[in-house]
């Protein structure tokens, strides 16, 4: 019988993969240090400056987990269409692998700013081209900051970014002037944004105003004509998308002439077409693959693995909004923290391929603040510190009770997860089995994405478990944490500490580094001191590369997403 | 006969103007929304509310249901489904034209294949009840049917494909497509069906065949198969003629409600060969709340319900000279 009815396939799915987490007997400790397939020299390796030494005829075969729905650069919303699109378009500006901003020499020739830090003067380089030959100059770029400016243009990941950039003109054909009224810390990263032809794109624009609807923008989404260091080819819908090194790039060219982006939606199949040679590189493995699925004789003969840290972590929110009588109490929050048996997790779920997370930002940067101490595993404490927020144990059944207004409440609440996270239902078994040995009753409820969303951005949850991306610049924390973003923002869980409000308005206007550091620093104190959330861990990059191929270098944000990315990968000449 | 066909298609249409109005009720009372998922869809702290406002209007999902509803039914009216909510704007017909061979061209293929292999299954068993092939084939059936496709494709890949390297697994063409010869062309297409076309078959296989021998046990345990029998007719003629025909009717109902399946297909199998189907888009548009996409989708699967049941049973007179619609 063929399995139509939609609901019947969901449950299916959903339930064979606790039976496949479940069916699994447990493996034996892994450590990533001890495993040779891991971060060999040989893929780290520059590439030399003797091009002769390098292949530079090759294509390199990427898999993409999902299909692109546009190749233009305003509109892409998900990882794997910024990572096409980050190869067909250029810009002024851009970011290494330690975040840090940086002007992208292949296209400047100068940039200045105005000592007030309110106005911007960039000049770009005579003779630049779009791929159609067309030249590319000023007034496209002043035309990209109209476009994402227009309410009618509904691009809206672009929009926050430039707020603050009030003027965009061009001077002459190569000057672009930049004003920000207000002078803010972040004024650099203001002035990033795409950058998209005008030739081609204001001509239905009169019709389809959005830049987007109609047949031509349709046409143009899904052929685009670019700026960057490969040119589009073809795209076969579902399959591959084809793009080719543009031989009249100005800047430096990328050693891989073709580029081949598999999209292969099922991370299982992604491994299988890996090992056959089908794809040279997978963006993130599961720690699972990582440690276990991939010391076969099919992988270890052609690949090797990338494991680095990034600075996305993984958090369990609690809502201290006073929705529920829990959480409002920093020694609920913190009791929380410690039952979660973190050197368990990092050892079970992650096979010790990731770190514990310490507050809302990484060790390794700037802003982070060394004299936090991380909470540990300690069920006393935490009984203590339950028991001195007034919710004691009865004796009769066992569960934590508290007398509020004459109600004695029982200490019983909800985790909600997003379906798509393999390891948040095994981080929340091994949670819920130590807080019940504490007298707590934690249920979980696993949602499907856009429920998930849903859910948190209403505030309607009592604890909730995701992980954030890292920002740029610790100024994109200003709407997780700010008052006023319970209702604008993306302070879910209605955090609220009048210090922090000042400290990030503070920031933003701090041009000082070390005065900004400070500031930064001391958020970091406060909020981990705090325990809005209780910090799992970061997130870790586990890449699976072809062995023929170098120059692999890590990001907080993983391997792809920054200057110069997969640009600086090569095969050596002869293999 | 005209008649009765004309009184069901205008029967039809309430039917799937309730359906359309449930369905749409349904995906806005859901949690969550398209604009919803395009701008908070990343973990990423870059965001405001009002900008969500502003995506939701555009889409004009701030009007009230019923206008929005009103608009919808204007433009099907008008045989336009309207442009996908997702970032591509691109129109639904397009997307799902692009989906529907892969899926249909699927389904026939298992389809036909599942009945040619089953109804002969199903006939020699019922004859031979209780022999061993029956037995032999009844407990092979059984089990086949007990594996569901998508736990059966895992090992079937890896030995197949990755370990006997014999086949591909993921999508519908090989990279050099293109360049290969009509007859290399075609081999082409017949290695990436040859898997995904099994998995899709083998559990539909065992059903019908099951289906066929117990449907065939029953009718030959009528009188007039027994009449048949005792008049001196060969057995084959009994099997084929007096029992095969009997045991058709049923086979009919179930080939009607077959159609819908042909359009879902399987969001997993397709999801794990890499097959760009309808299944895909349809799980697709669910998870990013593409609103239009997903009523497009539940119409035309509608319309193919009550078109499979219509020509179910405008087919019994063919198989049961008994029935007859004036």
């Known amino acids: 019988m063929f399995r139509s009815s939609l609901v019947h396939i969901m449950l299916a799915a959903a339930a064979t993969v606790p039976l496949m987490i479940g069916g699994c007997r447990r493996p034996p400790t892994y450590d990533p240090a001890e495993d040779p397939l891991v971060n060999p020299p040989s893929m780290l390796a520059s590439p030399p400056s003797d091009l002769s030494q390098i292949a530079t005829d090759e294509t390199l075969y990427l898999q993409l987990d999902g299909s ?46 105005s000592e007030c830090h309110t106005i911007f003067t960039l000049k770009i380089k005579d003779g630049m081209t779009w791929h159609d030959g067309h030249p590319l100059t000023a007034e496209d770029i002043v035309f990209s900051w109209q476009q994402i400016r227009d309410p009618a243009v509904p691009c809206s990941a672009q929009k926050s970014g430039i707020e603050p950039v009030t003027e965009c003109v061009a001077l002459d054909k190569l000057t672009v002037k930049y004003v920000q009224p207000e002078p803010l810390a972040t004024r650099l990263w203001n002035l990033s944004f795409p950058i998209i032809p005008k030739h081609i794109f204001e001509k239905d624009k009169q019709n389809n105003p959005d830049l987007i609807t109609g047949e031509y923008y349709v046409a143009q989404s899904r052929k685009p004509v670019g700026s960057g260091p490969y040119r589009f080819v073809e795209w076969r819908e579902n399959e591959q998308i084809v793009v080719e090194r543009w031989e009249d790039y100005k800047g430096v060219k990328p050693y891989f002439k073709r580029i081949v982006f598999r999209i292969i939606p099922d991370s299982k199949m992604g491994l299988l077409a890996f090992e056959k040679g089908q794809t040279h590189a997978i963006e993130q493995l599961s720690a699972q693959q990582f440690a276990h699925e991939t010391n076969t004789p099919t992988f270890t003969r052609v690949g090797y693995k990338a494991w680095g840290e990034q600075w996305t972590f993984s958090y369990i929110g609690w809502n201290m909004d006073g929705s529920n009588p829990f959480f409002t109490d920093v020694r609920v929050r913190t009791a929380m923290t410690h039952a979660l048996d973190l050197d368990r997790i990092i050892e079970n779920v992650f096979y010790n391929l990731a770190t514990p997370c310490h507050g809302i930002y990484h060790p390794s940067s700037w802003m982070y603040n060394p004299a936090v101490e991380r909470l540990t595993y300690d069920p006393q404490k935490s009984a203590a510190l339950l028991d001195e927020a007034g919710w004691t144990v009865d004796p009769g059944d066992g569960w934590r009770y508290k007398d509020i207004g004459g109600i004695n409440v029982r200490f019983k609440f909800t985790l909600l997860m997003p379906d798509g ?3 948040a239902p095994l981080i929340a078994a091994m949670l819920q089995h130590d807080l019940k040995k504490l007298g707590i009753d934690m249920k979980t409820h696993r949602l499907e994405w856009s429920t998930f969303l849903d859910k948190v951005s209403k505030h309607e949850f009592q604890a909730c478990t995701a992980a954030w991306g ?8 200003w709407n997780l944490w700010r008052t006023d973003q319970y209702k604008d923002g993306r302070n879910y869980i209605g955090y609220s500490n009048p210090r922090v409000d000042g400290l990030f308005e503070a920031g933003r206007r701090e041009f000082d580094f070390e005065k900004r550091k400070a500031i930064y620093q001391e958020i970091h104190k406060i909020i981990y001191d705090e325990q809005p959330y209780t910090f799992i861990n970061n997130r870790p990059t586990l890449a699976a590369i072809d062995k023929r191929i170098g120059g692999v270098q890590f990001s907080p944000r993983g391997i792809y997403n920054f200057y110069p990315g997969f640009y600086n990968w090569w095969i050596p000449a002869g293999q | 006969m005209l008649g009765y066909t004309l009184r069901r298609l205008l029967l039809a249409i309430p039917t799937l103007f309730g359906i359309t109005i449930v369905t749409f009720i349904v995906i806005n009372l859901a ?3 398209p604009a919803q998922v395009q701008t908070q869809g990343i973990m990423d702290s870059n965001f405001s509310n009002r900008q969500y406002e502003a995506l939701r209007q555009y889409y004009g999902l701030d009007q009230p249901i019923l206008k929005r509803y009103g608009q919808w039914v204007w433009r099907l009216v008008r045989l336009d489904f309207g442009p996908s909510m997702s970032s591509d704007r691109r129109p639904v017909l397009d997307k799902i034209r692009e989906r529907l061979w892969p899926t249909m061209s699927l389904a026939i293929l298992s389809l036909g294949i599942s009945l040619a292999v089953a109804i002969p299954i199903g006939i020699y068993s019922a004859a031979r009840q209780n022999r061993l092939f029956d037995t032999v084939s009844s407990t092979v059936l059984y089990v086949l049917y007990s594996v569901p496709s998508y736990v059966m494709a895992v090992p079937l890949i890896l030995l197949v494909a990755v370990q006997w390297n014999l086949l591909p697994f993921q999508g519908m063409k090989s990279d050099e497509y293109e360049a290969l010869s009509a007859l290399g062309k075609a081999a082409d297409l017949v290695k990436h069906y040859t898997l995904i076309t099994f998995c899709f078959s083998y559990g539909a296989l065992a059903y019908y065949a099951r289906f066929v021998r117990q449907n065939m046990l029953e009718v030959l345990r009528q009188d007039y198969v027994r009449t048949a029998r005792a008049k001196g007719l060969r057995e084959r003629h009994v099997v084929m003629r007096h029992g095969f025909r009997n045991a058709l009717i049923p086979v009919v109902t179930l080939f009607g409600l077959l159609l819908p399946a042909i359009i879902g297909g399987s969001v997993i199998l397709e999801v794990m060969f890499n097959w760009p189907g309808m299944g895909r888009l349809f799980f697709e548009s669910m998870m990013s709340r593409d609103q239009t996409t997903i009523m497009a989708l539940t119409f035309i699967t509608a319309c193919l319900v009550l078109l499979g049941t219509l020509l179910a049973d405008l087919s019994y007179p063919f198989v049961d000279p008994r029935i007859a619609y004036d």
Do not use: C, H, I, R
């Open chain 1, 470 to 477: 890292t920002g740029t610049d610790p100024d994109t924390g």
């Open chain 2, 31 to 33: 949690p969550g929304d």
């Open chain 1, 68 to 113: 692109p729905n546009t190749l233009n650069p305003l509109f892409g919303s998900s990882a794997y269409e910024m990572t096409v699109q980050g190869v067909l378009y250029t810009g002024p500006f851009s970011f290494d692998k330690e975040m840090d901003w940086m002007l992208n020499d292949e296209m400047v020739e100068s940039f200045e700013e």
């Open chain 1, 421 to 423: 996270s393999p390891t």
